[in-house]
């Protein structure tokens, strides 16, 4: 079946630190991704996307890997800080029309 | 920096009231979408439009539910007849063109609490 899956619902890392946060998908015909970020009582924002074709995109301080061969997207966050406390979300572009999204992980920075 | 805007913020109504959520696409996105969040769940996708028509809906987009563009800006969902468990934070969200390297924005959501 269809389905876009979280490892660890929750992650907690010291400032300064880098976080990965990890999403398993099952539909190998998906081909777009892209990680949002939600903070408490507002919409998904987003954070950095990547189509099928690639396999690793950089932004501002965060890295997306795709591993098409074992389904796999993970979201780096390098030098986290205080303000990257939120839940994350991956989600993935069926078709035309939709996102499918993960459950989500609670990422925790710890002062 | 253009974004999405949803009105109200909150929408408390009875069971069995209808109710209808307001958004505002960012104006030169063609697909517009709306999506749930239940207390502590994943976002989940209701209903995608473009061309004033309904692309594709979910299992949970039922006959209660349904969409408009009433005018050139607004994009609003409308659901009949509430249940409990419609009780959810809802999302609009646009985008400017539809697939693979389509960035949808979402806008801050509507909480409706169904009492």
């Known amino acids: 079946g269809e389905s876009v899956g979280l490892h660890l619902p929750t992650l907690s890392v010291q400032e300064g630190d880098n976080s990965i946060i990890n999403c398993a998908y099952s539909n190998s015909a998906s081909d777009y991704f892209i990680w949002y970020k939600q903070e408490s009582g507002k919409g998904p924002q987003f954070i950095i996307d990547i189509r099928s074709n690639m396999d690793k995109r950089q932004g501002q301080r965060v890295t997306v890997l795709l591993n098409k061969t074992v389904k796999h997207l993970s979201l780096q966050i390098a030098a986290t800080q205080p303000g990257d406390s939120a839940v994350y979300f991956c989600a993935e572009a069926f078709g035309t029309y939709k996102y499918i999204f993960g459950t989500g992980t609670r990422l925790k920075v710890l002062a | 920096e253009p974004e999405v805007t949803q009105t109200p913020s909150h929408q408390v109504t009875q069971m069995g009231q209808e109710v209808i959520l307001r958004c505002v696409p960012i104006?030169?996105?063609?697909?517009f979408y709306w999506y749930r969040q239940i207390l502590g769940q994943k976002v989940e996708f209701l209903v995608s439009f473009y061309n004033n028509e309904i692309s594709e809906k979910s299992e949970i987009f039922d006959d209660q539910f349904s969409v408009e563009r009433p005018d050139g800006s607004n994009f609003t969902l409308k659901i009949r007849s509430t249940k409990l468990e419609d009780s959810a934070m809802y999302f609009c969200a646009s985008s400017e063109g539809q697939g693979a390297s389509t960035e949808a924005f979402f806008g801050q959501g509507t909480r409706l609490t169904v009492v």
């Open positions: 104006s030169n996105h063609l697909y």
